[in-house]
Each structure stands twice: as structure tokens, then as C-alpha cells.
């Protein structure tokens, strides 16, 4: 029970804050129409590169395929969860990219084998030869 908090709950706690975050509708603007655009697409990425991250290091089997398909999961939901807040939108655009963070994240992961970390719970076993 105590691995299974400590690989779940940073993953859980990102996800509450992502949730919060995203049920405000007086999100602060940023300079111009372009600027705001742009610093609010970064956060996007951002949040998601963070998420990939963190699911990956959850999932047991360490799986990239799983951890992103459950990170893009929770990518459209939240963009249906925007659907019902005064002054949101819920856009597919968004999930295409948040999307962007997800690959990103996924391609530290596999490049660098971010699994071998010391943030990581348990490296993957290595096959005998």
C-alpha cells in the first residue's frame, strides 16, 4: 500500500492542482492577445510535460505507451470539464497541445532512460542475455 501512495499520489496531486487551475475562469491575461495566447499554450505544455512524467513514474511496468495514453485521457477530459465553466472553452486544438508537453516528456524518458533516476520508484529489470 505504501509504494502504491508513493507512486500515485504526486501523479493524483498534479492532476487536483491541473483541476483547480482549470476550473477558474479569471485566469490572469498576460500583455497582449498574442502574449497571452502564447504564455498560456507554454503552461499547457508545460502541465503536461509534468503529468507524462509523473504517470510514467507511477505505471508499474513502466510502460511510455500507457503513461501517455492515460496522461492524453486526462488531457481531453479536462477539456470537457472546460466545456462547463463560465468564460472556458474546451478546445481539441488544446489537446493537441497539451499533446506536445506529453511527446516531449516521453522523449527525455526514453533518450535520457529518466527510469534509471533516483526519482523513479524502481528501474525496470534488465533482460538476461
Known amino acids: 500500500m505504501?509504494?502504491?501512495?508513493?507512486?500515485?499520489?504526486?501523479v493524483t496531486l498534479w492532476m487536483?492542482?491541473?483541476?483547480?487551475?482549470?476550473s477558474r475562469s479569471d485566469l490572469p491575461s498576460s500583455g497582449s492577445l498574442?502574449?497571452?495566447?502564447?504564455?498560456?499554450k507554454l503552461a499547457h505544455i508545460l502541465e503536461y510535460f509534468v503529468l507524462m512524467f509523473l504517470s510514467y513514474r507511477a505505471v508499474g511496468e513502466k510502460s511510455i505507451?500507457?503513461?501517455f495514453l492515460y496522461s492524453?485521457?486526462?488531457?481531453?477530459?479536462d477539456e470537457i470539464h472546460q466545456l462547463?465553466?463560465?468564460?472556458?472553452?474546451?478546445?481539441l486544438r488544446d489537446v493537441g497541445i497539451d499533446s506536445l508537453g506529453l511527446m516531449a516528456s516521453a522523449?527525455?524518458?526514453?533518450?535520457?532512460?529518466?527510469?534509471?533516476?533516483?526519482l523513479l520508484l524502481s528501474p525496470p529489470k534488465k533482460l538476461k542475455k
Open 2 to 10: 505504501r509504494k502504491f501512495l508513493l507512486r500515485f499520489a504526486p
Open 34 to 40: 498574442a502574449e497571452d495566447f502564447i504564455t498560456k
Open 107 to 118: 522523449f527525455l524518458i526514453i533518450k535520457y532512460q529518466l527510469w534509471n533516476s533516483s
Open 16 to 22: 487536483i492542482m491541473m483541476f483547480i487551475f482549470s
Open 84 to 91: 462547463f465553466i463560465p468564460y472556458r472553452t474546451g478546445k
Open 72 to 77: 492524453l485521457i486526462y488531457a481531453f477530459t
Open 65 to 67: 505507451a500507457r503513461a
